[in-house]
């Protein structure tokens, strides 16, 4: 069966501190990995795109990373700031027939002053 | 110069009652999608329109039935409210997906339902 498992469930930082959010999947066979940052009462927007062949990727103090081996995924955010509380979305992909992505349950953080 | 847009934001009903929630996108996609995400924040999907033509029907009640008039429309209608259709409801839309690759998607504001 095809999952995505984000962890943690929840964090908490202060502002100008660094975080990292992890993503496992058992979705196979794979065809991309997306992150999408949701702020509360608004919808998800997409942060990144990785590919089997790309292993980082990033977007301003977003960083991403892909172990297709592993099949884990890592977003990291650099110096954070208050605008990056909300929930972060991993979304893998399916290439063999399916149009159905498949969602993780997000990680929400907190960015503290 | 709004993307995807949902109305209404807000809609509060009693059991029992139809609704629809309108959807439309202003970005030349040729799919969209109708979400439903609880109240553990999970996204799940529901349906998924290419062209006017439906392409993703996951397993929902048969109380609810998307339409679409024209590819930037899908409309969402639900007979027979009930309490666990609670949720907020997610319009989205993107270039047609292939077997082999999903594109990104471009989410509306999501509209808010409240079953009484």
């Known amino acids: 069966k095809n999952q995505v498992e984000q962890s943690p469930q929840s964090l908490i930082i202060l502002e100008g501190k660094n975080c990292t959010l992890q993503c496992n999947y058992t979705v196979s066979p794979f065809s991309n990995l997306r992150w999408y940052k949701q702020d509360t009462g608004r919808g998800p927007v997409s942060l990144t795109i990785?590919?089997?062949?790309?292993n980082t990727k990033s977007n301003g103090r977003y960083t991403a990373t892909l172990d297709a081996d592993t099949k884990q995924s890592s977003l990291h955010i650099t110096a954070s700031q208050l605008s990056d509380s909300a929930s972060y979305i991993c979304v893998v992909s399916h290439s063999g027939g399916s149009y159905i992505p498949t969602f993780g349950r997000g990680t929400s953080l907190i960015v503290h002053p | 110069d709004t993307a995807v847009s949902q109305t209404p934001k807000y809609l509060v009903t009693q059991m029992g009652n139809d609704k629809s929630i309108k959807c439309e996108q202003n970005l030349g996609h040729d799919t969209m999608y109708w979400y439903k995400q609880d109240s553990k924040k999970f996204l799940k999907i529901m349906f998924s329109?290419?062209?006017?033509?439906?392409?993703i029907n996951e397993t929902v009640p048969n109380r609810f039935s998307p339409k679409s008039p024209d590819k930037a429309h899908l409309n969402l209608h639900i007979n027979s409210l009930e309490l666990g259709d609670s949720a907020v409801y997610f319009c989205a839309s993107s270039h047609p997906p292939t077997p082999t690759y999903q594109e990104t998607q471009y989410f509306g504001p999501g509209t808010r339902l409240l079953v009484l």
């Open positions: 990785m590919t089997f062949s790309e």
């Open positions: 329109y290419n062209n006017k033509e439906l392409i």
